[in-house]
């Protein structure tokens, strides 16, 4: 299939792109760059031995240049990545966080419809679940409260989506919701870029071990978990990206809408990531036990059977290789792309 990737040159589209290449596909990419560099994309290139990705720079809510890009290219699907993502900012940008990713998506799917590419997976994300009322969590455990602008951004595009589906059947919307994407492509030349201090934990623990931080706080050591600190379902970006090519058969046995929790099954602690990270890269990460963070809850993690059954996808990797690539990656890239 020619699949159009909107954010591609991200994190989780870079590697997917890889995915899609491997397993016999094309892509058109049209990205901002307002989180990204096209340096991505000329690594993905060289990885998969093509001579150039096509890409676009523009914004997707440009309504003419989209059109343009369904004009020229024959695209069975898209691969909805494009949007802004830090749960911090969104809390104190939420019109920025609200514009850019409900707006981009409905010109996006509004584009779509008129060219009658009615097929799209979208990435959403476990914090759909709020405070999840089953653990681990299935597709069907309740949504929950977002605590933030953008968890709600998600939220209501699920159900924007899964609306349109239910009006016109001849749309095929697969959303996927991630849990906690980490890791790095094993050959250390694409990965998660951040920008300013990162928010997540794999990217602080990559910084504090490549010298550019000094500590990393742990938000909590009082959760009822295992050790007390927070407990979530690390999955390598590499698995990740496979679920994408994977989902891609909901469109070819035309579905409708499906649901995936995408993720390993397995919990680990802020600790467990910590020392799994000190043993494998054989570095000591100092760390300092703080207070809880705000909006954060003890344990997160997924039934990823659904996904197993109706996709044939299963996480390959395990924390020992997320934490490697992580490090590779950072390691060979210090200040990024
Ligand atoms: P990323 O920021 O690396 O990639 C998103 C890309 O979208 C960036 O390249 C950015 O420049 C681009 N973009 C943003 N707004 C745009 C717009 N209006 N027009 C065109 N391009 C635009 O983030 P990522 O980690 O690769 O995440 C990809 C998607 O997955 C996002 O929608 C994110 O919310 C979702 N997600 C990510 C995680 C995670 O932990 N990384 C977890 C759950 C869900
Ligand atoms: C966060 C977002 C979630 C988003 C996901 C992926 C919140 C509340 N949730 O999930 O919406 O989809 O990122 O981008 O922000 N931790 C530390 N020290 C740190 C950083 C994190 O101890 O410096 C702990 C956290 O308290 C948590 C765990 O590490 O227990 C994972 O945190 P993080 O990587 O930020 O992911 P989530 O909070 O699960």
Same mark, same amino acid.
């Given at each position: ?30 990205? @901002?760059?307002? =989180?990204?560099?096209?340096? #991505?994309?000329?690594? %993905?290139?060289?990885?998969?031995? $093509?001579?150039? !990705? ?61 060219? @009658?590419?009615? =097929?799209?997976?979208?990435? #959403?994300?476990?914090? %759909?679940?709020?405070?999840?009322? $089953?653990?681990? !969590? ?61 928010? @997540? ?137």
């Amino acid at each position: 299939m020619n699949i159009l990737v909107t954010g591609g040159a991200g994190f989780i589209g870079s590697h997917t792109l890889i995915e899609l290449y491997k397993a016999g596909h094309t892509a058109v990419v049209v990205d @901002n760059l307002y =989180n990204s560099s096209e340096e #991505s994309l000329r690594r %993905v290139a060289q990885l998969t031995g $093509i001579d150039h !990705i096509p890409f676009v720079k523009a914004d997707i809510r440009d309504r003419e240049t989209l059109e343009q890009i369904f004009a020229n290219n024959h695209l069975d699907a898209c691969i909805h990545f494009a949007g802004l993502k830090a749960v911090g900012e969104s809390v104190t940008k939420p019109l920025e966080y609200y514009e850019n990713n409900m707006n981009g998506t409905f010109v996006l799917l509004d584009v779509m419809r008129r060219h @009658n590419c009615k =097929n799209i997976i979208f990435s #959403s994300s476990a914090t %759909v679940y709020g405070d999840p009322a $089953i653990i681990p !969590i299935t597709e069907d455990c309740p949504k929950g409260q977002c605590t933030n602008p953008y968890g709600q951004t998600k939220s209501m595009l699920e159900q924007v989506m899964m609306d349109l589906q239910q009006s016109d059947t001849e749309w095929n919307v697969v959303l996927l919701r991630y849990f906690n994407p980490i890791g790095a492509h094993p050959s250390g030349r694409i990965g998660e870029n951040p920008n300013g201090i990162p928010n @997540n934990l794999m990217p602080y623990i990559t910084q504090v071990a490549v010298g550019k931080r000094e500590r990393l706080g742990v938000f909590g050591n009082d959760y009822p978990t295992h050790d007390g600190t927070g407990v979530r379902d690390y999955i390598h970006v590499v698995d990740l990206a496979m679920a994408h090519v994977a989902a891609l058969q909901v469109v070819e046995r035309r579905q409708g809408l499906a649901i995936y929790n995408i993720g390993t099954g397995h919990g680990y602690s802020v600790l467990d990531v910590v020392n799994t990270f000190m043993r494998v890269n054989n570095i000591i990460i100092p760390y300092d036990i703080k207070p809880r963070r705000a909006g954060d809850i003890a344990t997160c993690y997924c039934n990823p059977k659904k996904a197993e059954r109706e996709l044939g996808w299963k996480a390959r990797y395990g924390l020992d290789d997320m934490c490697r690539d992580s490090w590779n990656w950072q390691k060979n890239n210090p200040d990024g792309y």
